[in-house]
């Protein structure tokens, strides 16, 4: 029971999520169609000043560690979160043989 109650939620969260993210449904994240090239000028400036401002010759890098370094450290704090949340719900409940 426990486990098909499990089944139906996740497949109701990925049906949710579907939903949310198809370009279909008319809800707009900000980056599709024309509100992306408001976004553009960021790339051009990345590439122009990269390595004078930050030093380093890999782009990417420079980007990530450099420019968005508090996003990258937030994201990979949320990452761990979540891998922790589901190992904790997900892991086998086991009773102590002590506490019969």
């Known amino acids: 029971m426990k486990r098909t109650f499990g ?7 990925l049906g949710v ?4 993210a198809s ?19 960021t790339d051009q400036y990345y590439i122009d ?4 401002e930050v030093g380093g010759t890999n782009i990417v890098t420079d980007i990530v ?3 968005r370094g508090y996003d990258t ?6 990452l761990f979160t979540a891998i922790a949340g589901a190992v904790a719900l997900l892991r086998p409940w086991r009773r102590d043989e002590d506490e019969e």
């Open 65 to 67: 560690f450099d420019y």
């Open 7 to 13: 089944a139906l939620a996740l497949l109701f969260l």
């Open 17 to 20: 999520l579907l939903v949310v």
């Open 49 to 52: 000043h990269g390595v004078q």
């Open 73 to 78: 450290l937030g994201e990979a704090t949320v």
């Open 23 to 41: 370009p279909s449904t008319g809800i707009k994240f900000g980056l599709g169609g024309e509100d992306w090239k408001a976004y553009r000028y």
